[in-house]
Nanobody, 132 residues
Framework: EVQLVESGGGSVQAGGSLRLSCVGFGITFDGARMGWYRQAQGNECELVSSISEVGTPDYGDSAKGRFTISQDKSKNTVYLVMNNLKPEDTAVYYC??????????????????????????WGQGTQVTDSS
């Protein structure tokens, strides 16, 4: 059974930083594209960032220039460092892992609940809130 366990969320003032972590159990990062999505209440499932099996990152428009994704395969962990946080970054952040080779290319924003997308394994989510 695959489990993705996120940590690192919290309440932070605008301009502050957070680092999210996601530890994977039962999944090999060599065979999966890992990523971060976020979803605010009433909003779409928004791709924040993803990283390929060989470490090539990709970012959604809202993350470019502010967020950095990385992975440590020895720890089976993917990270998201978020700098210069804004009120609009408030959301639940989900770690995702592609289930199949085809799903590696499926990262993108879309309507509906993130957790209903069966192409990915999902973590339980971690809340990031603007405290300004």
């Amino acid at each position: 059974e695959v489990q993705l366990v996120e940590s690192g969320g919290g309440s932070v003032q605008a301009g502050g930083s957070l680092r999210l972590s996601c530890v994977g159990f039962g999944i090999t990062f060599d065979g999966a594209r890992m990523g971060w999505y976020r979803q605010a209440q009433g909003n779409e499932c928004e791709l924040v960032s993803s990283i390929s099996e060989v470490g090539t990152p990709d970012y959604g428009d809202s993350a470019k220039g502010r967020f950095t994704i990385s992975q440590d395969k020895s720890k089976n962990t993917v990270y998201l460092v978020m700098n210069n946080l804004k009120p609009e970054d408030t959301a639940v952040y989900y770690c995702a892992g592609s289930r199949t080779r085809a799903a590696r290319g499926a990262y993108g924003s879309y309507g509906g609940s993130c957790l209903r997308d069966a192409r990915f394994f999902w973590g339980q989510g971690t809340q990031v809130t603007d405290s300004s």
